[in-house]
Nanobody, 124 residues
Framework: QVQLVESGGGSVQAEGSLRLSCQSS?????MAWFRQAPGKEREAVAV??????????TYAESVKARFTISRDDAKNTVYLQMNSLKPEDTGIYYC??????????????????WGQGIQVTVSS
């Protein structure tokens, strides 16, 4: 069983930065960040696939060039660096993972494991 624990959320003013961390209980090859804004459906934000295409990171259009997903395999941790934050980035951010080789590992993937979520609030 994979357990995911997020940290690093909080409140920041627009144009500020935050870095989220997600530590997994074991190594998981496909890791991602999702978010859910108030009154909206959960959406995929960034996915890290270290295997597909020799290593591939995919991002939602709304966060490209502002957010960066990275990982430290020695710590079983994935990060989400968020820069130039906007009020519309406000929401609960979730770490997700899938550990079955051959599973789809992109923004449309079916992630099996989820963290508890962490709040990010961006004020104007």
């Amino acid at each position: 069983q994979v357990q995911l624990v997020e940290s690093g959320g909080g409140s920041v003013q627009a144009e500020g930065s935050l870095r989220l961390s997600c530590q997994s209980s074991i190594y998981t090859y496909c890791m991602a960040w999702f978010r859910q804004a108030p009154g909206k459906e959960r959406e995929a934000v960034a996915v890290d696939d270290p295997i597909g295409g020799g290593g591939r990171k995919t991002y939602a259009e709304s966060v490209k060039a502002r957010f960066t997903i990275s990982r430290d395999d020695a710590k079983n941790t994935v990060y989400l660096q968020m820069n130039s934050l906007k009020p519309e980035d406000t929401g609960i951010y979730y770490c997700a993972a899938v550990n079955k080789l051959g599973s789809r590992c992109d923004l449309g993937g079916n992630f099996r494991y989820w963290g508890q979520g962490i709040q990010v609030t961006v004020s104007s």
